[in-house]
């Protein structure tokens, strides 16, 4: 078993930054996929951004040139610099970490962008 937890979120006025963390237990290198999600109240989980072992990553519209995500196998992290947020951007955001045939959550670190 893996455990992830996810920290760094809170509240930021519109434009300001964040940086969140996805700690992991144990290894992340068996991790073929990791990524971030988010989840608003009333509104399904999306995907921000996901990021392959091998680096590549494929962002949400919504995010591309204001997140950036940063894996880091020998510290077993795995971090999302948030940018130019928005109002929009609130919600619960959880960190995935994929292996073949099961998916490990993290309990999700919330994020309030408002003035």
């Known amino acids: 078993q893996v455990q992830l937890v996810e920290s760094g979120g809170g509240l930021v006025q519109p434009g300001g930054s964040l940086r969140l963390s996805c700690a992991a237990s144990?290894?992340?290198?068996?991790?073929?996929?990791m990524g971030w999600y988010r989840q608003a109240p009333g509104k399904q989980r999306d995907l921000v951004v996901g990021?392959?072992?091998?680096?590549?990553?494929n962002y949400a519209d919504s995010v591309k040139g204001r997140f950036t995500i940063s894996r880091d196998n020998a510290k077993n992290t795995l971090d999302l610099q948030m940018n130019s947020l928005k109002p929009e951007d609130t919600a619960v955001y959880l960190c995935?970490?994929?292996?073949?045939?099961?998916?490990?959550w993290g309990q999700g670190t919330q994020v309030t962008v408002s003035s």
């Open positions: 995935l970490g994929r292996r073949p045939g099961y998916d490990y």
């Open positions: 144990r290894s992340i290198f068996s991790f073929y996929y």
């Open positions: 990021i392959t072992s091998g680096g590549t990553a």
